[in-house]
C-alpha cells in the first residue's frame, strides 16, 4: 500500500542554495523501503514512483516520461507530476477581486483560467534548495504578474520525501508584499497497473472511495464552477462516499457523458468533491485508489478541504509511454481514460 501525505501551509522561505546535480536520467532519485521515487526541478515534478506489487514485481505507478529533457518542450503539457501555482485549477471567465479590486488573468480554457495560465508554477524551472537520500526541496520566486492577473511578489516552496511506502509531499507559499489568490497542490497522473494489465490499459477497473465527500463543487457547461455545493446522493454517477467503487461502474449511466462538462461532452469525471470530516477523522485517508490486478492500494492523506478527481478523458493518444509501462494491451500512448489524477486542494 502506497501513502500519499499532502500539506499546505503559509511559512517563510528558506535561503537557496547550491546541491548535487541529479543523475545520468536528469532525475533526482530518492529511495526508502518500499518505494523509489525521482523528481526533476521543471515544474518541481515527480516523474517516476516504483512500488512493489502483490507479487513483488516493481511497478511505475504514474505517468511521465524516461527523458526529463522532453517535460519543458512537451507541446501536450499535461502537468505530469507537477506543481502547478501559483493559483490551481480553474478561475471562471478569468477574473476574481481581493479587497475589491478586480484581476483578470489569462484565458487558456475555454473563457477560464486553468493552472495561473501559460506561465503558472508547472511551466517553470524550479530551484533545488535542499537535497538528502530520502528529501528533495525546490523553491521559486514568483515576482508580481508574471503570470497575468495575479499581483505581488510570492515566495514558494516544495518539499517530496519518502519514508516506508509513503510519499510525502509538504507545500508552503508567502505573499511577500501585496494580497493574492494562491492556491497549489501536485498532480500525479495515476495507473496503478502501471499498463501491465493484459486486459485493459484504461483505468475503470481501478477502485476508488471518497468516503468524506458528500458534497462537491457545482460546474457549468464547461466546466466552471458556480458556487454551488450540491450535495451527491448515494448511488448517483458521483458518489464514492456510500462504498468504494470502479471509476467505470456508472458507464452506463445516462449522466456519464457530460458529467464533467455538458458543453464539451466531457465523459466519466473530472470535478471536485468537498472534505467534510470531524476532528476524529482528521488521520484518515480523503481518498483510496486501488487496483485488483496489481493489488496496489493508494491512500491520500491531507489538511485541505477538496479532492479533485480527472479520469483523463482528453488524454487522445499522443503521450508517449514509458520503457517500463508499455504492457501489451498499450498502442505506446496514454488513450482517454488511461489514467486518473487525484489533486488535493483547497
Not at 533526482?28 to 507479487?55: H, Q, W
Not at 456510500?242 to 470535478?271: E, I
Amino acid at each position: 500500500m502506497i501513502k500519499a501525505l499532502f500539506t499546505l501551509l503559509v511559512l517563510p522561505l528558506s535561503v537557496l542554495s547550491a546541491w548535487a546535480p541529479p543523475g545520468p536520467d536528469g532525475k533526482y532519485t530518492l529511495t526508502a523501503p518500499g518505494i523509489t521515487a525521482k523528481f526533476i526541478p521543471y515544474a518541481a515534478s515527480i516523474t517516476n514512483l516504483v512500488v512493489p506489487d502483490r507479487n513483488g514485481t516493481l511497478r511505475d505507478v504514474i505517468l511521465g516520461y524516461d527523458n526529463a529533457t522532453f517535460y519543458p518542450v512537451d507541446p501536450n503539457h499535461p502537468d505530469y507530476g507537477a506543481v502547478p501555482g501559483r493559483y490551481t485549477n480553474r478561475i471562471a471567465n478569468h477574473t476574481y477581486a481581493i479587497n475589491g479590486t478586480r484581476y483578470y488573468t489569462e484565458e487558456n480554457d475555454g473563457n477560464g483560467t486553468l493552472h495561473s495560465g501559460l506561465n503558472g508554477w508547472s511551466r517553470r524551472t524550479w530551484n533545488v534548495s535542499d537535497l538528502t537520500t530520502t528529501s528533495i526541496t525546490f523553491t521559486i520566486r514568483d515576482e508580481s504578474n508574471s503570470s497575468m492577473g495575479f499581483p505581488g511578489l510570492v515566495l514558494g516552496t516544495v518539499t517530496h520525501s519518502v519514508s516506508n511506502n509513503t510519499w510525502s509531499t509538504r507545500l508552503s507559499a508567502v505573499a511577500v508584499d501585496h494580497d493574492t489568490a494562491i492556491m497549489l497542490t501536485t498532480h500525479p497522473y495515476w495507473n496503478l497497473d502501471s499498463f501491465n494489465n493484459p486486459k485493459t490499459d484504461l483505468i475503470f477497473n481501478h477502485t476508488l472511495s471518497l468516503p468524506f465527500s458528500t458534497r462537491m463543487l457545482g460546474i457549468d457547461k464547461d466546466t466552471q464552477f458556480t458556487g454551488a455545493l450540491p450535495d451527491v446522493a448515494r448511488g448517483s454517477i458521483n458518489d464514492f462516499w456510500s462504498k468504494p467503487k470502479q471509476l467505470g461502474a456508472s458507464m452506463s449511466d445516462p449522466a456519464w457523458v457530460g458529467n464533467c462538462g455538458t458543453g464539451s461532452g466531457c465523459s466519466g469525471y473530472n470535478n471536485q468533491w468537498v472534505v467534510d470530516r470531524n476532528a476524529s477523522d482528521v488521520t484518515k485517508p480523503v481518498a483510496s485508489l486501488s487496483s485488483d490486478y496489481t493489488g496496489i492500494k493508494w491512500d491520500l492523506y491531507t489538511d485541505q478541504s477538496g479532492v479533485v478527481v480527472y479520469s483523463c478523458h482528453w488524454m487522445g493518444g499522443r503521450n508517449q509511454l514509458k520503457q517500463s509501462q508499455l504492457g501489451p494491451a498499450t498502442n505506446g500512448f496514454v488513450r482517454a481514460n488511461g489514467c486518473v489524477a487525484i489533486e488535493a486542494q483547497d
